[in-house]
Structure formats: C-alpha cells, structure tokens
C-alpha cells in the first residue's frame, strides 16, 4: 500500500522568502503525486501533480515541485513567498489507474510579514 | 454554485443519534468519496464508490455507511454517533479514467457531544 510522509506539521517563513514543504511517499508502483492546499473553512484545491510526464512539474500561484524517484521525493517549492499563501498544504499519493489516494498529515504554512 | 455541495456546513449532535451528511455534485463524475480530516492526521478514506452499483470501504468505514443514491448523490451515515466521530468530513469526486485528481466539496464540520 502506498503511504505519505510529510516532514514538519509547520513551516514558518517571512514573506518574500523561500517555500519549501517536504513530502517523502512510499508506493509499489509508479504513482501519481499530488498537492493539495486547504484555506481557512474551505475544502481542498489542487495546486500542482506529477503523472509521470516531467519530473518538474508547475502548478497554480507560483508553485512547483519536483518528482525525484531515487529519493522517494515530491517537495514543493516557491521562490517568493505572499502573505496569500498562508494555508495547510496536503501531499497526497495514488497508484496509477486506482483511486485509492493517500495523504500526507499536512503542513501549515504561515508567512510573517 | 459549488460542484461538490455539502449539507450540512455544521451539526452538532449528541451521543448515540442517528447524523446523515449528503453529497451532491454537477461535475458529472463517476466517482464520489467520502473522506475525514482530523488535525494532524491528514485526510482518511471512509468510503468510495465507482458508479451506483459500487461502493467500497476505505480505510476508516467502521461506525459509518453510505449509501449513492444516483450518479450525483452520495450521502454518509453514522449510526449512532460516537464523540470521536467529531471531525470534518469532506466529498469529493473524481474522473473514472482520469488522474485520479480529487475535487472537495467544503467540508461538514460535525461535534458529537
């Protein structure tokens, strides 16, 4: 069964700084990787996945992550971070064609002014 | 209009009642989900379903049932509620072929007293 390990419950960082949220996954077969972001009394919304296309994958507001295979890896990344992208953020795995996905615990994200 | 609607938003409710959360979508997908978000554990699968005809257990399914009324419906039922059943509880669907991206609905936000 595939599983999601999401390192730091909170990341902190001053606006304009780097983003860096880290997800480690363990699958039997080659997944799909995705990330997910959650605003205050909202349902998730995806940002950006990995379907085994490019390893360097852009999504929504900036945002982008790397698939890495020999590290098990799917970190996300944004150069610059806005007061706006305060929010949780979900790494989530799914086995390609099944649709049993698996998250991650999340990671708040604040950013200080 | 949301594509994924939940109702209620909120309830609370007392220990041994009987709580259906519903589900509607318009986005025409196959497949609904219904899953839990509980703090630092991330979401967890309670149960799934394919078409009208298929439904299966997730991670989570005891002490809940659901039943897919139509390829738009798909409604979650505890039995006699339980005070750790006091979480958030989204739907989301998915496209049957796709990615296996989820889309949320806003999430039922249930207290059991």
């Known amino acids: 069964a595939q599983s999601v390990t999401q390192l730091g419950s909170h990341v902190s960082v001053s606006e304009g700084a780097l983003v860096l949220l880290r997800c480690n996954y363990s699958s039997s077969v080659p997944p799909y990787l995705f990330w997910y972001v959650q605003y205050p009394n909202q349902g998730l919304q995806l940002l950006l996945k990995?379907?085994?296309?490019?390893?360097l994958v852009k999504g929504i507001n900036g945002f982008e992550a790397e698939f890495k295979k020999s590290e098990t890896s799917f970190h996300l990344t944004k150069p610059s971070a806005h007061m706006s992208d305060a929010a949780e953020y979900f790494c989530a795995v799914s086995p390609l064609n099944n649709n049993d996905m698996r998250f991650g615990a999340g990671t708040r994200l604040t950013v200080k002014p | 209009d949301a594509d994924v609607t939940q109702t209620p938003r909120n309830r609370i409710t007392k220990t041994g009642k009987r709580i259906m959360l519903e589900c509607s979508q318009t986005?025409?997908?196959?497949?609904m989900y219904w899953y839990r978000q509980d703090p630092g554990l991330g979401l967890r699968l309670i149960y799934y379903s394919f078409d009208v005809k298929d439904i299966n257990k997730g991670e989570i399914s005891d002490g809940y049932s659901v039943s897919r009324q139509a390829q738009a419906k798909f409604s979650l039922s505890l039995e006699s509620a339980i005070p750790n059943q006091t979480a958030l509880y989204f739907c989301?669907?998915?496209?049957?072929?796709?990615?296996?991206?989820?889309?949320f609905g806003e999430g039922s936000r249930l207290t059991v007293l």
């Open positions: 989301a669907t998915s496209l049957a072929g796709g990615t296996g991206e989820l889309f």
């Open positions: 986005k025409g997908h196959d497949r």
């Open positions: 990995y379907t085994s296309a490019a390893t």
